[in-house]
C-alpha cells in the first residue's frame, strides 16, 4: 500500500504540481479538478475490477464533496481521503463479494430491480393468477404412465381432447412425452379391439382399422406441446378409443405470457460511526520511538472495525431473512461427523455435502427463476469441510495481505465460490445468488461517503471518530439458502 500511495503522489505532483503527501496540500487536491482527477484515477488503477474501479471514483468523489462542505483541510490527506475510500476494496470484506454493491450518489437514492412473472396457462384453471417461479401439484418427476386408458375414453369423432387435465395437470406443470399410442378402440365403449396406432413425429396418426369386420379409418393430431389430441373417424364405425401416454416434469415450462416488472426501492444513507481517544504522551512517544502516528494507527484500526461491522449486519441481515421469508426447502441440515459406515470423514463429506449444496442451489433457481445460488460464506471452521474435496481450490490471498481474515476460494468445479470468513457464525453456510447485473440483485450495499474523519479536541485528550454512511435493502428473500452444520 504504501509502495502504491508513493507512486499516486508522484504522479499527482508530476501532473498537476500539487503534492498530496503534504498535510496543508490536501485543500488544494480538492479544489484542483487536474490534481484530484490524476490523484483518483491514479489509485484507481490499482483495482483490478472495472466495476469496481468506477465504484471508486464514485466513492471519491463523495468523499472530496462531504469534506469540501466541511471544510476539513489541515488533516493528513491519507487517513482524511484515501485510506476512507481504499477500505472500501482493501482490504477485501465479505459483504462486497456477497450482495450486490451499488455506490449511492446522494444520501437518497433510487435503486431499481426486476421481477420476472409468468401467466398461467390457457390450460390452466381460469383464476388470473400470477406467480414468481415454476410451481407443480403433482410429483411427477420420473415420469408416471397413466395406465390404459388415462382416464375415461373418449368418443370419436372428438376434438382438442384435453389428455392434461384429464389427468390432473396443466401444461405449466408437464408435457407429454413422444410415447403416445391409441391402443384400442370400439363401437360401444365396452368391447375394445386392439390396435397400435402411434403418430409420426409431428404428431399426425391415420390408421385403418376393423371391427367386426366393419372397416374404418381412425385419424388426427397429438398436440404435444398443449397436451390435446384431435381424433375422428372417417365412417363413425368406430365411437370410442383408448391410449397410453407418459407425462413427464415441465423441464422447459410453457410460459404464453411473460410480464418482467421494474420494482424500485428508496434508500436512504444511514450513519455508522466509532471513536477512540490517547494522549498527546502517547502520540509523543509513538512518533518518538517508532516514527509512528497514532490518528493514522487509529484511523485504520477503527476503519477495520466499522467494515466487519457493516459485514456483520449485513451477513446477520440475510441468515434473518432466509428464516423468516424462505420456507424450509431454502435450509438444509448436515452433520459434520460421519456415521459408522464411513471409515474416513472426506469420502462422507464428498457423497453427503454436495449433494445438499446442490438441492438448495437449484432451489434458489426454481423460486428466483434467474439463476441457481454462485456464492457460499461460512466459517473457517466449517469451511474445513470443503478444503478436503478434491475440487477446492482457494482463488484469493490470504490474511496475512491484510484481508481481515477473509478468504477466497471454488469448489465443484468452480460452481460456488467460496468466501471464507469469521464474520459468519459456525454451524451455517449462507448460500447467496450474486448476480453480474445490477438489476437481478438479491441485497444492496450501497455506500455512500465510505468512511469520514471526524477528529474533536476534548480537553487535553485528543480524539477523533470515524463515521461511514451507507444504506442496505433486502430485494429478493428467495435468492438466499442456508445449510445448517451440527
Known amino acids: 500500500m504504501k509502495e502504491l500511495l508513493t507512486e499516486v503522489y508522484k504522479t499527482t505532483k508530476k501532473i498537476s504540481g500539487v503534492d498530496p503527501s503534504k498535510p496543508g496540500n490536501l485543500k488544494a487536491v480538492l479544489v484542483d479538478d487536474t490534481a484530484f482527477e490524476t490523484y483518483v484515477t491514479s489509485l484507481a488503477e490499482s483495482i483490478e475490477n472495472k466495476k469496481d474501479r468506477a465504484n471508486f471514483v464514485q466513492l471519491a468523489e463523495n468523499t472530496r464533496i462531504n469534506l469540501l462542505e466541511n471544510s476539513m483541510f489541515q488533516i493528513n490527506p491519507y487517513e482524511t481521503l484515501t485510506l476512507p475510500i481504499l477500505r472500501v476494496f482493501y482490504p477485501k470484506l465479505v459483504a462486497k463479494e456477497l450482495v450486490t454493491v451499488s455506490p449511492m450518489d446522494k444520501p437518497e437514492s433510487v435503486k431499481a430491480f426486476i421481477k420476472a412473472q409468468f401467466t398461467t396457462s390457457a390450460k390452466a384453471p381460469a383464476t388470473g393468477t400470477t406467480y414468481d417461479a415454476p410451481v407443480t401439484t403433482t410429483d411427477i418427476s420420473q415420469g408416471i404412465a397413466f395406465g390404459t386408458p388415462v382416464a375415461a375414453s373418449f368418443a370419436v369423432p372428438s376434438t382438442a381432447y384435453d389428455i392434461l387435465d384429464t389427468a390432473g395437470l396443466t401444461s405449466t406443470e408437464a408435457h407429454l412425452e413422444r410415447d403416445f399410442e391409441i391402443t384400442g378402440v370400439s363401437t360401444d365403449g365396452t368391447t375394445y379391439t386392439n390396435v397400435s396406432i402411434v403418430p409420426a413425429v409431428e404428431g399426425h396418426f391415420s390408421a385403418s382399422v376393423s371391427i367386426g369386420g366393419v372397416a374404418d379409418v381412425v385419424s388426427g393430431k397429438v398436440d404435444y406441446l398443449n397436451g390435446t389430441v384431435d381424433i375422428s373417424s372417417t365412417t363413425g364405425v368406430v365411437k370410442f378409443a383408448k391410449y397410453q401416454v407418459t407425462t413427464a416434469l415441465e423441464e422447459n415450462r410453457i410460459n404464453p405470457s411473460v410480464t418482467l416488472n421494474v420494482e424500485k426501492i428508496r434508500l436512504y444513507a444511514r450513519d455508522r460511526q466509532i471513536s477512540a481517544n490517547w494522549t498527546i504522551n502517547m502520540e509523543q512517544d509513538m512518533r518518538a520511538l517508532f516514527d509512528v502516528s497514532m490518528q493514522a494507527e487509529l484511523v485504520n484500526i477503527l476503519g477495520q472495525q466499522v467494515a466487519l461491522d457493516i459485514d456483520r449486519e449485513i451477513i446477520n441481515a440475510l441468515i434473518t431473512a432466509n428464516t423468516r421469508l424462505n420456507d424450509a426447502t431454502h435450509t438444509g441440515a448436515f452433520t ?151
Open 336 to 486: 459434520r461427523n460421519p456415521p459408522a459406515g464411513y471409515t474416513w470423514g472426506t469420502k462422507y463429506w464428498h457423497e453427503n455435502i454436495i449433494p445438499i449444496l446442490n438441492q438448495l442451489s437449484g432451489q434458489v433457481y426454481t423460486d428466483t427463476n434467474i439463476e441457481a445460488a454462485n456464492t457460499i460464506a461460512a466459517n473457517p471452521l466449517d469451511v474445513a469441510i470443503l478444503e478436503d474435496l478434491q475440487t477446492f481450490n482457494y482463488t484469493g490471498t490470504s490474511s496475512v495481505d491484510g484481508d481481515l481474515g477473509y478468504r477466497s476460494a471454488t469448489v465443484a468445479g468452480g460452481k460456488w465460490k467460496i468466501l471464507t470468513s469469521a464474520v459468519v457464525t459456525q454451524g451455517t453456510m449462507l448460500m447467496v445468488y450474486k448476480p453480474v447485473e445490477e438489476l437481478k440483485a438479491v441485497y444492496f450495499y450501497s455506500p455512500y461517503v465510505p468512511a469520514v474523519l471526524h477528529p474533536y479536541p476534548l480537553g487535553y485528550s485528543p480524539s477523533l471518530t470515524i463515521l461511514s454512511r451507507y444504506a442496505t435493502a433486502l430485494v429478493r428473500s428467495a435468492g438466499i439458502a442456508a445449510l445448517t452444520i451440527t
